[in-house]
């Protein structure tokens, strides 16, 4: 049997996996940052078609159709790439915490406490996981767009801002798509759940929010100050002061820090699941 | 089991491998100036507050290094102390005249490099002061004199009355090659700080004050 998963649940994941990578990319780039987006949620229309045309619940049920041997290399690959991942994901994560909230830690030891958090919340997982993302993506959301209309008088435009080019969309789309691929993993046609509504919304959302954030890094410090700044996304939040609030990036950083976990637990999943397959294939 | 040691593995390299560097050796600044001495140097006078305890009122003092470039003046300062400047609390930035016609994009790079300083920090120029004096300048209202100057850069740009440019905005101005002002600062005859018109840059050098003469 497929893992029940509640359409809103499943949105949410998608919502919050797919706005980790905003606090990585360069803060001109936001025409990029949004095609990237958009990227993924046609990359994902395009999956759930197949999925209604070919009548499969998840990527799991597809896999029995295939010979144990496939499934063997299929289950093998699976868990080195979200391996991957995770790794990639835990060590960003780590490095940013590092450089910006927690300079007493080093970054191996954030990775290492990030990773065993992370495989904690995958352990119920992929349904259990979803259920978690649905209160974190509305809490991850209502920071960052608060944060958004707050520092709205910041914002100053020029023509730099709109600048894009080709090469600058490589960036966010290594980024975005393999953790995508993760995701569809566990998304298919159900037809007493349907989830292409929650899929599409939860990516079009996080497509939007994370071009308009990558937009305000830009309005905010400017197009070439932006280029200098590590972390130019988080520290745009932090132009702004709202009463007792007066180093508003570190909040809107943890709404990122929520998104960075669902993305780790997430490839922790499907670590599990590809080994779980590969123990029912021997 | 091999959860809790794979954590207490996780704890020590956290002790091993960080910065090593906690609240308690950073000395927090609320203002800070860069002024030039006779014999070329740089020299940061910066504004830092001292309570013993919690019932006790915050007193000011000032420390003093000097480098001859702006990276110098903060590892200057950090050898000084055993420790660090902590900018989180910065609020106001004073340049010399001189150290503002010789170029301020070296200054705003090292600002910038600092890990804690805010992007919001406001920079203005001493005029026909130091910078030195404007910093060490007795406040009229507020208790801190960092506090004051700060509220003072604040309340003019809110009205208008001087440019009203962050350290962020600068660092873009000066990369992408525009021209721009900072706020001009200087002291009455009793030692006030009050505002004396602008500062007007090109390609990150000062070029020369404009607005607010016959003020002090």
């Known amino acids: 049997m497929p893992d029940k998963i509640f359409p809103r649940g499943r949105g949410a994941l998608f919502f919050l996996v797919l706005l980790a990578h905003v606090l990585f990319v360069p803060a001109i780039s936001w025409p990029s940052v949004l095609l990237a987006g958009l990227f993924a949620l046609g990359l994902s229309m395009l999956w759930l078609t197949a999925a209604k ?17 496939a499934k063997k290399g299929i289950g093998a690959g699976l868990i080195l790439f979200a391996a991957w991942v995770a790794v990639h994901t835990a060590w960003d994560s780590a490095r940013f915490l590092y450089d910006t909230a927690l300079p007493e830690w080093s970054p191996w030891a954030g990775m290492i406490v990030l990773l065993v958090l992370c495989w904690l919340i995958a352990s119920r997982g992929a349904p259990a996981l979803c259920l978690w993302a649905v209160p974190m993506a ?42 995508t691929v993760l995701a569809l993993l566990f998304t298919g046609y159900d037809e007493q759940l349907p989830q292409s509504g929650a899929v599409l919304v939860g990516t079009g959302c996080a497509a939007v929010l994370a071009g308009l954030t990558v937009l305000r890094a830009g309005a905010v410090l400017g197009a070439a100050g932006a280029r200098t700044i590590s972390y130019a996304v988080y520290e745009a939040a932090g132009v702004f002061e709202t009463g007792i609030l007066q180093r508003s990036e570190v909040i809107f950083g ?16 499907v670590i599990r699941r590809a080994w779980q397959l590969l123990r029912e294939s021997k | 089991m091999k959860r809790m040691l794979i954590l207490i593995v996780a704890v020590l390299l956290a002790c091993v491998g960080g910065k090593g560097r906690g609240a308690g050796d950073r000395l927090p600044i609320l203002s ?23 019932e006790g009122s915050a007193a000011s003092l000032y420390l003093t290094t000097s480098g001859s470039d702006p990276a110098a003046l903060f590892t200057g300062a950090e050898q000084l102390l055993a420790g660090q400047l902590y900018l989180s609390h910065a609020r106001t930035f004073v340049i010399d005249e001189a150290v503002a016609r010789q170029g301020i994009a070296p200054l705003i790079q090292t600002l910038l490099a600092q890990d804690d300083v805010r992007l919001t920090l406001r920079l203005a ?12 300048a007795q406040a009229v209202v507020e208790e801190i004199p960092g506090e004051a100057l ?4 604040d309340a003019h740009a809110v009205q208008g009355g001087l440019p009203d440019l962050p350290l962020c905005r600068v660092s873009d101005r000066i990369l992408s090659g525009a021209d721009f002002s900072l706020p001009a600062l200087t002291l009455t005859e009793d030692g006030r700080v009050i505002p004396a018109g602008q500062a007007d840059f090109r390609l990150g050098r000062m070029t020369g004050f404009s607005g607010g003469e016959g003020l002090a």
């Not at chain 1, 499969?56 to 159709?65: E, K, P």
């Not at chain 1, 920071?143 to 709205?152: A, G, K, M, N, P």
């Not at chain 2, 120029?125 to 060490?136: G, K, M, S, Y």
């Open chain 1, 138 to 179: 509305w809490l991850a959301g209502g920071i960052i767009v608060l944060s958004l209309v707050l520092s709205l008088p910041d914002w100053q435009f020029d023509a730099s801002l709109g600048v894009f080019s080709l090469g600058g969309l490589f960036r966010p789309l290594r980024m975005i798509l393999p953790v």
């Open chain 1, 53 to 69: 045309r070919w009548q499969f619940q998840d990527f799991w049920t597809l896999l029995r159709r295939v010979p144990g041997w």
């Open chain 2, 150 to 153: 700060g509220a003072l850069l």
């Open chain 2, 32 to 54: 800070a100036g860069v002024s030039a001495s006779s014999d070329g140097q740089l020299v940061l006078t910066a504004e830092a507050v001292r309570q013993d305890s919690l």
């Open chain 1, 254 to 269: 943890a709404a990122f820090a929520i998104c960075m976990l669902a993305r780790i637990a997430l490839a922790c999943c």
């Open chain 2, 125 to 136: 120029v001493a005029r026909d002061v130091t910078a030195d004096e404007i910093v060490r």
